[in-house]
């Protein structure tokens, strides 16, 4: 658990480390093209650098304290219908946290700074891809791996998916990545492999991406549903989500023709 801890301070160290570097870079490009400290383009240029800035410390450290070695089937491939299944009851997943969201209508502290994200694409590249490589090394890598260890699965995947949910502190973030978190901690513990997670880790990221940037008026799934298409939806959401768990927990041999030395 020590370790644990560990390694969820040293990401908020690498994002806090990230802006403060990525602060003066942006005020410095602000400089140049204006000629003139501008805080709306420092901020446009700031965020997306601090994450480029906080990913690459996160796998710096990571890689050079050895978390990510000594495991063979850590980049193991699974098999297509395996990782069908995945985004199948992942997309079940998705829907059922959204409208849990929209019921309790947690706060969102983050929303302005995620329209000045998407506005760039690095920021959209750090979001949809490069995060979710990023924080599937970390959490489940390193820190799921670690608590697999130490504690009995169920208690190793719960104890993961809400660290992996509070690192974010947004509310309206927290709850949902911490739903996310469990289900791909529970992914990894099956399969042993970050392929499958990191996959759909990329498509829920992609996901409230495209969301985001082709609807900014709406806050959640329903707002798109015709008037009496959303409990349908959402029965179908229930049926993907259950039925790719349990389909998900029969598979025998997710792992294609790899064998671990």
């Not at 000045?116 to 799921?144: H, K, N």
């Not at 409230?208 to 008037?227: I, K, N």
């Amino acid at each position: 658990m020590k370790t644990s801890i560990k390694l969820v301070l040293a990401c908020f160290i690498c994002q806090l480390l990230g802006g403060l570097i990525a602060a003066p870079i942006g005020m410095l490009v602000a400089y140049f093209q204006l000629g003139v400290l501008d805080p709306s383009l420092v901020m446009d240029t700031t965020m997306p650098l601090a994450m480029v800035i906080q990913f690459v410390l996160m796998l710096i450290y990571i890689g050079r304290r050895g978390y990510l070695t000594g495991d063979s089937r850590l980049y193991a491939p699974v098999k297509l219908g395996y990782l069908l299944l995945v985004l199948l009851a992942g997309l079940g997943a998705i829907l059922w946290e959204d409208e849990l969201l929209r019921f309790l209508q947690m706060p969102d502290w983050m929303k302005a700074s995620f329209e000045q994200i998407y506005d760039s694409w690095i920021g959209m590249a750090c979001v949809t891809v490069f995060g979710p490589i990023v924080e599937e090394l970390l959490f489940r890598g390193a820190i799921t791996k670690e608590l697999l260890r130490k504690f009995n699965p169920g208690t190793a995947i719960v104890i993961s998916g809400l660290l992996f949910g509070l690192v974010h502190l947004n509310p309206a973030q927290v709850l949902g990545a911490s739903i996310i978190g469990i289900f791909l901690a529970w992914i990894y513990w099956r399969t042993g492999s970050l392929i499958p997670c990191m996959v759909l880790h990329i498509f829920n990221n992609s996901l409230s991406v495209w969301f985001g940037r082709s609807f900014p008026a709406s806050d959640h799934f329903c707002d798109l549903m015709p008037e009496g298409s959303y409990p349908v939806v959402m029965v179908a959401a229930a049926v993907a989500l259950l039925g790719g768990l349990y389909a998900l927990w029969r598979y025998k041999e997710p792992i294609a023709d790899y064998e671990i030395s």
